[in-house]
């Protein structure tokens, strides 16, 4: 018998070895690009840490906190040429926390600065939170909060 082509039994089985292959590799792929998401956010908080030490070893003073998206204007001159507050679906937010009588376990310590991370998924969060090696001040569903140290 010599025939040519393929069967309908042939390609009905092709089709599901490759939406079985699919099936594996989009969550992997949805992985990779939200790790790969918190190391450019982890970058950028570098980033801010360094303008906002700039700026407190130029003026003496934490820069005022900022709104959310924006870079404090304050801050821009000592931020790196191009950075912006907003990265894919995350937003950032600059914040400066005072404590009068200062914090329970160190008074002496009067304020806290940090950078706030705004993301339209959790997942998003998550993979911020386990890429970052630093101290979280909290965190909540769709946003966490990064302390300058």
Do not use: C
């Not at 009068?100 to 940090?114: A, D, E, I």
Request: hydrophobic share 45%.
């Amino acid at each position: 018998m010599n025939r040519r082509g393929v069967t309908m039994i042939e390609l009905l089985v092709v089709v599901i070895l490759i939406g079985i292959l699919a099936n594996i590799a989009v969550p992997k792929f949805r992985d990779v690009r939200r790790r790969a998401d918190a190391a450019h956010v982890i970058g950028d908080f570098n980033a801010i840490r360094h303008a906002v030490f700039d700026y407190y070893a130029t003026h003496n003073a934490w820069p005022p906190s900022g709104v959310w998206a924006q870079p404090p204007p304050a801050l821009v001159q000592h931020l790196p040429g191009g950075l912006d507050f907003t990265y894919a679906n995350l937003r950032y937010r600059y914040r400066q926390w005072s404590f009068p009588g200062g914090m329970p376990g160190n008074p002496s310590q009067t304020s806290v600065v940090g950078v706030q991370i705004l993301a339209t998924d959790a997942q998003t969060i998550q993979a911020i939170r386990g890429a970052y090696r630093g101290p979280e001040a909290f965190s909540f569903n769709l946003t966490v909060t990064f302390v300058i140290e």
